[in-house]
């Protein structure tokens, strides 16, 4: 926890995950208890919580580390982000980013033309239509008259020619529009990034424009008389860079890139470095793919010295920075709490019946072995199997080379049981009693190598797969965390209670869907190296709620997460600034209200002002389908009462 926790999350004495919404010495909450809290109002798990003072708070990190490196490199040109709104639309998110990012002139980079609408109808709302806004993706003419319109309207639209051929869209835009824009080239860089995001950089990359494109443009503007339209450098090399080596490389090309283009006449004034800061997932602080070998001050420093180098060295102005950080920005703003369902009991727990059946194998000790073995064969393929089995048991001695053997046959004669069944020759009782004879066999094995203090066969180690305990979740991998099953993204998964108690039971998850690949299990291995095939968990007490977080889902996972079984939007909790932002340290006390519910207090920190919106998971997203025939938004719906079932009914019988 405190290496993927960063200033937000750690653990109580009391064993309860905090979350500090403001970073270090500011206010904090108990996420368990604000989660008893929110059931107890009515809100049902899983609860998506959305602290938004962690945007603010890692806007200003950025900005605060880019202006430390300014200085440092006494850098005359300035720093302004952007943030990517593909890495999650929410709307309460995006207004956040808008009104932290505020002091720090932050804009926004839209990636389509439904988020350059859906960014003009909030920029337009807000009074900061200035910020700088860029607008990347695929673009057709639309799109372009759309980037012209925003000009009109006063606010900083640079459109990015991600392909040559846009250039030719654009142009006959400006001229039947007759507006002059802003227009960024995002080159394809030759340095590749390695990770799994890789395939964003390099000469093979998706969007881009190659040397000789890049010239041909450059030719093209001039032609038309538009060079000083021609003011940003774009690159983008792919998302989660987890060696700052690669930054390096990066700065280099691009800014060598840059001053060319300056040199040839074009009014360039930016310097787009696109996102790719990474998250330490994993809290190891390595350049593993969950992780990150280095801090935001060595990724701004990098920035900024290679631009200033460059600028120097060629006596160009040095430009404005820009970078596109989605996930360094708003990853750790989300954390989902969901609550376990059951566990898959194994038989072998059950151990009075098991017990029972390896005491009814009798051998007799007046009788040779295989004349006995040979009688039960003739009865039976199962009694044969059974006092095989017995025989093994029997002779389990503390020895570690005798453990393993014993385990090797236990094995053996379990799936000789499996064939004998396949074959009919064994009663679906039988093949039972095969099964708890394994069983019993393996808790043998264990009780004798714990009192002789012998290594176990690798198969019985705790945290090997066949003993691990499958923990039935309230959630969808696929709604909630895509990412995990899609390109094996680890998450940090904590319970949010009871961490004063060791974990006992090494466990997987498995979601709601009917869906085998929907399941978590990879987990971070706290000691770095290979993920772990289970997470130590605590075992269920009875009539008690088990809570889990994911933590660290603040981007892509939202969008990404798809409704496959019809698992719609989750319950949110929305945690603000009772003042908002721009209240600084003296915040004013308020209480904390639950809108939509009955007022609840609200954790021990009753700064933060909690507002919540009920957009429930299946039951209020099939409401609202039949209600809109949408989805409800999120953040709109704050002040909806939760759906009742009779309210879906209702709905339902005036549908039909
Ligand atoms: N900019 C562009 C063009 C992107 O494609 C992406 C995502 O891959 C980003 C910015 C955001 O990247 P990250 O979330 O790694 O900061």
């Known amino acids: ?36 809290q929110l059931t107890a109002a009515g809100l049902r798990a899983p609860l998506l919580f959305r602290f938004l003072p962690i945007v603010g708070h890692r806007i200003a990190k950025l900005n605060a580390a880019f202006a430390a490196a300014i200085e440092r490199f006494e850098y005359t040109g300035q720093y302004a982000g952007v943030f ?9 998110l995006i207004d956040a980013v808008l009104e932290y990012g505020a002091p720090h002139d932050f804009g926004l980079e839209v990636g389509s033309k439904a988020e350059l609408v859906m960014v003009m109808a909030r920029l337009a ?17 639309e799109y372009m008259e759309l980037v012209l319109h925003c000009r009109e309207l006063g606010m900083n639209a640079m459109v990015v020619m991600e392909q040559y051929s846009e250039l030719d869209l654009l142009l006959s835009a400006a001229r039947r529009l007759g507006v002059r824009p802003s227009i960024g080239i995002r080159a394809k860089l030759t340095t590749r990034h390695a990770g799994h995001w890789g395939s964003t950089s390099g000469d093979k990359a998706k969007f881009g424009l190659r040397a000789r494109e890049i010239v041909a443009a450059v030719n093209a503007l001039a032609d038309e008389g538009m060079l000083d339209c021609l003011n940003l450098l774009h690159f983008h090399v792919g998302s989660q860079i987890t060696n700052i080596r690669m930054v390096k490389e990066v700065m280099r090309e691009a800014s060598f890139l840059y001053a060319e283009l300056v040199q040839m006449g074009a009014a360039m004034r930016f310097i787009d470095c696109g996102g790719g800061l990474a998250v330490d997932y994993d809290g190891s602080f390595t350049d593993s793919h969950a992780s990150m070998s280095y801090t935001l001050q060595h990724y701004a420093n990098d920035v900024v010295s290679a631009v200033q180098e460059v600028c120097i060295q060629r006596g160009i102005a040095p430009p404005t920075i820009i970078t596109e950080s989605g996930r360094a920005l708003a990853s750790h703003a989300s954390v989902l709490v969901f609550d376990v369902l059951t566990t898959l009991e194994c038989l072998h727990e059950k151990r009075v019946e098991q017990e029972e ?20 064969a003739r009865s ?39 064939r004998a069944f396949k074959l009919g020759v064994l009663s679906l009782e039988e093949r039972a009693q095969v099964d708890m004879m394994f069983d019993a066999a393996c808790e043998r094995i264990r009780e004798v190598a714990r009192e002789a203090d012998l290594p176990l066969p690798d198969a019985l180690r705790p945290d090997a797969v066949p003993h691990t305990k499958m923990y039935h979740v309230n959630l969808s991998v696929f ?29 997987t998850l498995a979601d709601l869907t009917c869906d085998s690949d929907g399941k978590v299990d990879r987990f971070i291995n706290p000691r770095g190296g290979d993920p772990l095939p289970a997470l130590p968990l605590h075992p269920l007490r009875l009539g008690e709620k088990y809570y889990l977080a994911v933590f660290l889902t603040g981007v892509y996972q939202e969008v990404m997460g798809s409704i496959h079984n019809m698992f719609g939007s989750l319950n949110t909790v929305v945690v603000r600034e009772a003042g908002g932002s721009q209240a ?40 609202a389908a039949l209600e809109g025939g949408m989805e409800a938004d999120s953040a709109d719906t704050a002040s909806h009462a939760p759906a009742s079932s009779a309210a879906i009914a209702a709905a339902a019988a005036a549908a039909a």
């Open 584 to 623: 600084g340290a003296g915040l004013s006390v308020e209480p904390a209200v639950v809108q939509g519910c009955a007022p609840a207090p609200v954790g021990e920190a009753p700064q933060l002002h909690l507002m919540t919106d009920d957009a429930s998971s299946a039951s209020s997203a099939s409401l």
């Open 1 to 36: 926890v405190p290496g993927w926790g960063a200033e937000y999350f750690k653990a109580s004495d009391d064993g309860h995950m905090l979350v500090s919404p403001k970073g270090e010495g500011g206010p904090t909450l108990d996420l368990y208890a604000l989660t008893e």
């Open 357 to 376: 059946v390896v005491e009814s194998i009798e051998i007799r000790d007046d009788k040779p072995l295989t004349k006995q073995l040979r009688a039960a």
């Open 84 to 92: 990517p709104v593909k890495a999650n639309h929410d709307k309460s």
């Open 125 to 141: 709302g807000t009074g900061r239509r200035g910020v700088n806004l860029v607008c990347n993706g695929f673009k057709d003419a």
């Open 380 to 418: 039976g393929k199962g009694k044969f199997l059974l006092m095989t089995f017995k025989e093994v048991f029997d002779n389990i001695t503390a020895d570690a080379f005798a453990l393993r053997e014993a385990y090797n046959d236990a094995s053996y004669f379990k799936d000789e049981g499996v």
């Open 479 to 507: 709604r909630s965390a895509v990412d995990s099953w899609a390109i094996q993204q680890l998450f940090p998964i904590v319970p949010i209670h009871r961490l004063e108690e060791e974990p006992t039971v090494p466990a």
